[in-house]
């Protein structure tokens, strides 16, 4: 409960309504693990490989909301908007094998290694990572990309990467710093 109060005074849900509930947690978090929205997948018509770019803030979210498979804690926008969906004291799927122990962050990119993620995204998300790393003690080892964790191929093209995001147009290394460097 001290989380969740910690977490609304920090950063109040502008979309009540929007939050979903997750599954119960049974490990303890030590990662947090950056998405972006737009990737590769197989198209449901033709199975064939396709990419899928950012849609907006809420296109994004309604499809991660509806789908009873998916979930993640938040979503920034490339204004730098925070959206918070599940609650972190909850298990939302947003990584094979790993969501039992982590907090997933999508943000609005392609994913594609050429869109650029703006630095009011950026500084939104360092800023949500700050205040997650104080709250529950992660290591700088303990934020992950999603293509660190998730390296199988695509169903419908053994060539390709399922997972890539958040992409090569992610500046990872210095994101690390801004989080972790002293105050
Ligand atoms: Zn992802």
């Known amino acids: 409960m001290i989380g ?14 929007a939050r979903r509930t997750g599954n119960v947690r049974t490990q303890a978090i030590d990662m947090v693990m950056i998405h972006s929205t737009g990737g590769p997948t197989c198209d449901a018509g033709t199975g064939k490989p396709i990419w899928v770019r950012a849609g907006t803030l809420d296109e994004d979210m309604r499809k991660i909301e509806a ?5 993640v804690h938040y979503m920034i926008d490339r204004d730098g908007t925070l959206r918070a969906s599940v609650p972190e004291d909850e298990v939302a799927n947003h990584v094979l094998h790993y969501s039992g122990q982590s907090i997933g962050i999508e943000l609005i990119n392609d994913g594609d290694g050429l869109d650029p993620f703006p630095e009011a995204q950026l500084a939104s998300l360092v800023k949500l990572l700050r205040d997650i790393k104080q709250r529950r003690g992660i290591t700088r080892d303990g934020i992950k990309r999603h293509s660190d964790l998730d390296h199988a191929l695509l169903s419908c093209d053994r060539t390709q990467r399922r997972k890539v995001d958040p992409g090569a147009a992610f500046p990872y290394e210095s994101i690390l710093n801004r989080v972790f460097q002293p105050r």
Request: net charge neutral; hydrophobic share 55%.
């Open 67 to 71: 789908d009873p498979k998916l979930g």
């Open 4 to 17: 969740l109060v910690l977490m609304a005074l920090t950063f109040p849900a502008n979309d009540a309504k």
